[in-house]
């Protein structure tokens, strides 16, 4: 014990049982440092409590983004649709040609609800 106190630098001071004089000081000495604890204990609840809104804050976002991108398809089976030409758009001489070819009827829908 000794020698661990000495390589720390702890002062170990052995005092009397019941001695209010010296328990006072040890008493006050160990009150001071369970302040200490509790306080970072309570900045540690606080970063964890920032941290679930801020997580609750990401997934709702991520969420909302995903429901955006995959919606339910318009288009059911037996449905006529028009295919735009996307060629036409570099081919600026043929303006007058028509933008859509079609009607087309979509026979089977997969899973990722394309035609």
Do not use: W
């Amino acid at each position: 014990m000794d020698k661990f106190c000495s390589v720390n630098g702890i002062d170990h001071r052995v005092t009397s049982a019941y001695h209010p004089q010296s328990n006072g000081l040890t008493e006050r000495t160990n009150q001071t440092i369970k302040n200490g604890v509790d306080k970072h204990n309570e900045e540690i609840d606080d970063c964890r409590s920032e941290a679930r809104e801020n997580i609750v804050i990401k997934q709702s976002k991520q969420n909302t983004t995903y429901d955006a991108a995959h919606v339910a398809c318009p288009f059911k089976v037996v449905s006529k649709v028009l295919l735009h030409s996307s060629h036409q758009l570099m081919q600026m001489a043929k303006q007058l040609e028509e933008n859509f070819t079609g009607p087309y009827i979509i026979h089977h829908l997969t899973k990722a609800n394309t035609a």
